[in-house]
């Protein structure tokens, strides 16, 4: 057995945590990028904060997810503003494209020349400029992970800038700041957070370190998602499936992710639907081929004592049949009402193009077993 374990360099967990950013941040630095989404009026309080301790702040908001045009874009907005610490205040589509903008202020060269897939794929020579990540959603844990997604609309692919030199020096997670999620991103990003504690429980690459933070990630987000998606205010769920997040990040950035994300990178690429809407969707039929395909080509693998475990954490009931994982999981999407992919322009005559693209990605070699292209098209054709 051999692993490795690597994380964010300091991590803060708890409600109201956000309070405490001010010395933390000054001791980075006098001028902050501070990096947001669409609505970059969430970030006020953060700005206020910073302000009082004399950083000077300036804001680059993210309308969409991070795309390369945009990350260029920030860059140059991030030199020319002489920042001296990179703040990403948002979803994981935000704290990437932060952690992107921070480790290119401090290496010379083209954003291609770290891309991997389309680009040379270069390792970084120099530490990322100092990096906060403040989460306010419950999904990607992006806070903790040393990967950055990135869209290339020319190639129509979503690609990653990967270092270990990456990882934030602090991670902030404050569940207070998830209160104001829609239930429909409640529902996507909290089955991209189920589906990040899933796949490294079940993954060729999991280990004894990740395995804990899965069994427990997966017992709060069991207990905490449905609720938090029927009341938003709930700070008991709130909190629970802010913690699987930020486990699921743990978990996934230290073992390997499958097929739902090898999907994903290309799906993503290829047409306007969330990250956390294909993950939710591509979720239980991609648990149910991985299962069948287990059972009847691998029948003592111990990738199928992991799906006995989990009937037994998903339903409480500690004589539930391992297939009970599946139809748990796919009642909570029906539950939570996670739209079709269909509904994002995706065809059928689509499916033969994605599965070639997705059997390249790294997410799928992580997977528990090698599907076949009749399996991987399965999935998606059931995700339709």
Not at 80 to 91: A, H, L, R, T
Not at 157 to 186: F, G, I, N
Not at 234 to 263: D, Q
Request: glycine share 8%; proline share 7%; charged share 20%.
């Amino acid at each position: 057995m051999r692993f490795e374990f690597a994380t964010a360099n300091r991590i803060i967990f708890g409600a109201g945590s956000l309070g405490e950013i001010a010395p933390m941040a000054s001791e980075m630095g006098n001028s902050a990028f501070i990096v947001t989404g669409k609505n970059p009026d969430r970030a006020a309080n953060l700005l206020n904060l910073l302000q009082e301790v004399k950083i000077h702040t300036v804001t680059f908001s993210l309308g969409e997810e991070p795309t390369t045009h945009l990350i260029m874009e920030g860059i140059q907005k991030a030199r020319d503003s002489e920042c001296n610490i990179v703040i990403g205040f948002g979803g994981g589509s935000v704290i990437d494209a932060g952690k992107a903008i921070a480790a290119l202020l401090s290496n010379q060269g083209d954003l291609f020349d770290y891309l991997e897939v389309i680009g040379k794929a270069k390792p970084l020579e120099n530490p990322p400029l100092p990096y906060i990540a403040i989460p306010t959603t419950a999904g990607t844990g992006a806070e903790v992970t040393r990967n950055a997604v990135i869209l290339s609309p020319e190639h129509k692919v979503k690609v990653s800038m990967r270092s270990p030199l990456m990882l934030p020096r602090l991670a902030l997670v404050d569940p207070l700041l998830t209160h104001s999620m829609p239930s429909s991103v409640t529902a996507s990003t909290g089955l991209d957070a189920l589906t990040q504690l899933i796949e490294p429980f079940l993954s060729k690459k999991a280990n004894p370190v990740t395995d804990g933070f899965c069994r427990e990630g997966l017992r709060l987000a069991a207990r905490s998602l449905k609720n938090a998606f029927d009341d938003g205010s709930n700070a008991p769920a709130r909190e629970g499936m802010a913690l699987a997040s930020l486990f699921g990040g743990l978990a996934l950035a230290n073992s390997a992710l499958g097929a739902v994300h090898g999907f994903a990178g290309p799906v993503g690429g290829m047409f306007p639907a969330p990250h956390g809407i294909i993950c939710a969707r591509l979720l239980p039929f991609a648990m149910e081929t991985n299962y069948n395909a287990l059972k009847n080509r691998t029948p003592n693998s111990p990738a199928l004592e992991r799906f006995q475990e989990l009937a037994w954490i998903f339903t409480g009931n500690p004589a539930a049949k391992s297939e009970e994982a599946v139809s748990w999981i796919k009642n909570l999407c029906d539950a939570l009402n996670v739209p079709h992919l269909s509904e994002y322009r995706i065809k059928k005559d689509d499916i033969p193009l994605i599965v070639e693209m997705a059997k390249n990605s790294s997410s799928m070699k992580g997977n528990p077993i090698e599907l076949t292209d009749e399996e991987l098209a399965m999935i998606l054709d059931n995700a339709l």
